[in-house]
């Protein structure tokens, strides 16, 4: 089962933070970093072998776009998390390689 991880990459700084997190997954060859930008243009296309994937979105704040983009294409298999609910706060973290390794600790295991 793959392990993929999706993340929003908003205009705020836990946007931000969460797109350079999933990033670092990436790189470290943690989980493979998809587009979510592509699951919004071409919902259908990808679902079948999404459904077969081991997924994590990374969101920033509690709109939950990245969680919600994917439930609307009835995608059931996605673990969350929120960067606020790890104790950031939007519009108050400065985007930081610490803040990145912090987060990516925090979520490397799961």
Do not use: W
């Not at 908003?10 to 946007?15: A, P, R, V, Y």
């Not at 587009?35 to 997924?55: E, R, T």
């Not at 919600?68 to 294409?73: D, G, Y």
């Amino acid at each position: 089962m793959d392990k993929i991880v999706f993340s929003c990459s908003g205009c705020s700084d836990l946007g931000q933070i969460a797109d350079l997190t999933a990033r670092a997954m990436s790189q470290k060859g943690i989980r493979k970093m998809h587009c979510l930008a592509a699951i919004g243009a071409f919902p259908g296309d990808s679902v079948p072998y999404y459904s077969h994937s081991d997924i994590l979105v990374l969101d920033g704040c509690s709109v939950s776009c990245g969680k919600i983009l994917l439930q609307k294409t009835g995608l059931e298999n996605i673990q969350s998390v929120l960067l606020t609910d790890l104790g950031y706060t939007k519009g108050k973290t400065p985007v930081s390689g610490e803040i990145v390794e912090e987060i990516l600790k925090k979520v490397a295991t799961l």
